[in-house]
C-alpha cells in the first residue's frame, strides 16, 4: 500500500497530466466528510481559484513550480492574506498578523495551494495539543476516545490523514511539529535553529523558534525541505552542490549504502529512561531492525541532553520570551488566556535578567560539548522515542495539574534538540500496546538538514512508509486515486 509522492504528483500537475483543480478537489471532498476538525477555517472557495491559477499556467507552456499543485494546510500562527488568524486565542489578532512571511510566500511561489489554517495550541504554548479556545482536533488512532492530536500544531499531523492536505505548515519551537507527527503516525522535521526565517509567523520564543513541515514520509520531506531551502539559502554549497531533483531521487541502492554506512548513537539519557516501557520496546525494536541491514548502534554518553531538557522544561528561556511578545505585540491578550497557558505564564517575572543572560550562554557550552563528544565518537545521528508517552485521552487532562504534568512529559523528549539548535525528525516507529503510533526522533548536528534527511529516508527505506509500518488508522480511509 504505497502512497504517490509529492514529487510524483506535483511532476504530473506541471506536465498537464493531472490537474491542480483535481487535487483541490479531492482535498475538499476528504474534508467535506471528515469528522476529525483539523481546520479553524477551511478556504475551498480560495483554494479553487489558485488551482484555477495553476492549471491556467501549464496550459500557457509556463512552469508553476516544484511543488505544483500540492494541497497546504498552514497552522492559525501563521499569517496568510485575506484568511483570519487567532493563533488559537478567544480573538481575531489585528488584521496586520495576516501578512505572508517566507515560508507561505516560498510554498505559493513553487506552486502550491493553500487550502486553510489549522488548529493550534493558544500561542503555541503546549504540547498536548488541547484548545479549549478554538477546539481540539482528534487523533484518527483512537477509534472511540477523543486523544490528544499533540501540540502544538495540532491540527497539522491530523489533516495529512484527513486527505485535504499533503503537506502541512508547522512549527517547532521545543518540539510544536515533532510531537504531532508523532502522536499521529507521520514524519515531521524541526530544521537547524535559523536555517528558515520565522517572518509572517507569531512568536512564541524568539531564540528558539524554527518553522517547519509534516508530511507523511520523509521522503515527501526530503523533497519539499529541498526546494524549499533553494530559495531560503539560495547561496548554500550544498544546496547548489545538485540540482533539487538530484538531491531528491533517492534509489534503494544509495539507501543500503547509507545503511550500512550509518552509525546511530543510543545516548544513555533520561530521554530513554523517562519513557513508558511499551514505547521503549517499540522504539528498540525498529534500531533492532537497523542493526540487522547493516546500521552501526552504539550507546553513547551524552549528558548535555538531560541538562538541555531540563533547562528548558525550567522554562527560564521561552516563558520570558513568550511574555514580552505577548506585551509588546497583543496588550491585553494577557487577561484573555485559558488558565493552561495563562498559569504556566505566571513564574515568566520570576527569571532576572542575569538568570536569562546565563541560560543563552549556557545552552550554547552544552552545544557545543555534545557535539565536540559526537564527532569524537563517529556518531552520524542520535536515536531516541520522540515522545515518552501515549496521547492521552483528553478526558484525563480536566484537572490542571494533571494537565501540567502530562504537557512536560509531551515536551521532554523534544527539548533538548530545540534547546541545543540541533536538527531532527521524527519518523513513525511502530503502534504501542494501545494502538497508537510511536515516533523515533533522530536527532543531528546543527546545520546538517540535508543529511540528516538523507539518512532518514535511509532509515525508511528500512522500516517502511508510515501506511506501510503502521496501516491505516481508524477514523480514517486511505484516499483514492483519480
Not at 43 to 52: F, I, N, P, T
Not at 85 to 102: D, K, M, S, V
Not at 138 to 150: I, L, Q, Y
Not at 451 to 470: F, I, K, Q
Amino acid at each position: 500500500m504505497k502512497r504517490e509522492s509529492i514529487q510524483r504528483f506535483a511532476d504530473r500537475v506541471r506536465r498537464g497530466e493531472r490537474s491542480a483543480r483535481g487535487l483541490v478537489e479531492d482535498a475538499i471532498r476528504h474534508h467535506e466528510t471528515s469528522a476529525l476538525g483539523a481546520y479553524i477555517v477551511f478556504d475551498a472557495e480560495g483554494a479553487l481559484a489558485q488551482a484555477r491559477r495553476i492549471d491556467d499556467a501549464v496550459a500557457r507552456g509556463h512552469d508553476p513550480g516544484p511543488l505544483a499543485g500540492i494541497t497546504v494546510s498552514v497552522k492559525d500562527l501563521y499569517g496568510v492574506e485575506g484568511l483570519p488568524i487567532r493563533a488559537g486565542t478567544r480573538r481575531e489578532l489585528p488584521t496586520r498578523w495576516q501578512r505572508e512571511g517566507f515560508l507561505v510566500r516560498a510554498v505559493r511561489q513553487l506552486g502550491a495551494v493553500i487550502v486553510g489554517k489549522t488548529h493550534t495550541v493558544e500561542l503555541a504554548f503546549g504540547g498536548v495539543g488541547f484548545n479549549p479556545n478554538t477546539g481540539t482536533p482528534v487523533n484518527p488512532w483512537d477509534a472511540t476516545d477523543h486523544r490528544a492530536p499533540g501540540g502544538s500544531s495540532a491540527g497539522a499531523g491530523v489533516s495529512l490523514w484527513e486527505g485535504s492536505a499533503m503537506l502541512a505548515l508547522g512549527s517547532d519551537t521545543g518540539g510544536s511539529v515533532r510531537i504531532p507527527a508523532s502522536a499521529t503516525g507521520v514524519v515531521g522535521h524541526r530544521h537547524t535553529t535559523g536555517r528558515w526565517p520565522t517572518t509572517g509567523v507569531v512568536p512564541l520564543s524568539t531564540t528558539l523558534d524554527t518553522v517547519g513541515l509534516l508530511t507523511h514520509t520523509v521522503e515527501d520531506s526530503r523533497y519539499s525541505f529541498g526546494v524549499i531551502d533553494r530559495l531560503a539559502n539560495p547561496a548554500s554549497e550544498l544546496v547548489n552542490r545538485s540540482s533539487a531533483a538530484d538531491r531528491t531521487t533517492y534509489s534503494e541502492a544509495a539507501a543500503t549504502d547509507r545503511i550500512t554506512d550509518l552509525r546511530i548513537g543510543v545516548p544513555r539519557s533520561n530521554l530513554w529512561s523517562g519513557a513508558t516501557r511499551g514505547i521503549t520496546s517499540v522504539v528498540r525494536r525498529a534500531l533492532h531492525e537497523l542493526a540487522d541491514a547493516g546500521a552501526h548502534i552504539l550507546e553513547v554518553e551524552a549528558p548535555e541532553l538531560d541538562e538541555a531538557g531540563e533547562r528548558y522544561l525550567a522554562g527560564e528561556l521561552v516563558q520570558p520570551e513568550r511574555v514580552e511578545s505577548l506585551e509588546r505585540d497583543l496588550p491585553g491578550w494577557m487577561a484573555i488566556l485559558d488558565p493552561t497557558v495563562g498559569k504556566r505564564l505566571e513564574s515568566a517575572r520570576d527569571v532576572s535578567a542575569v538568570d536569562y543572560i546565563a541560560i543563552l550562554r549556557l545552552r550554547h557550552r552544552l552545544s557545543a560539548a555534545l557535539h565536540t563528544r559526537l564527532e569524537a565518537q563517529r556518531v552520524d545521528l542520535l536515536a531516541t522515542p520522540t515522545l515518552p508517552i501515549t496521547p492521552p485521552p483528553l478526558s484525563a487532562l480536566t484537572n490542571l495539574d494533571v494537565y501540567r504534568a502530562v504537557n512536560r512529559d509531551m515536551l521532554s523528549g523534544t527539548g533538548p534538540a530545540g534547546m541545543l539548535d540541533m536538527c531532527a525528525v521524527s519518523l513513525p516507529a511502530g503502534l504501542d500496546e494501545q494502538g497508537m503510533p510511536v515516533g523515533l526522533q533522530l536527532i543531528g548536528r546543527t546545520g546538517t538538514d540535508h543529511d540528516l534527511l538523507d539518512r532518514a529516508a535511509a532509515v525508511e527505506s528500512v522500516l517502511g512508509t508510515n501506511v506501510e509500518r503502521l496501516g491505516l488508522p481508524p477514523r480514517v480511509a486511505l484516499p483514492k486515486e483519480r
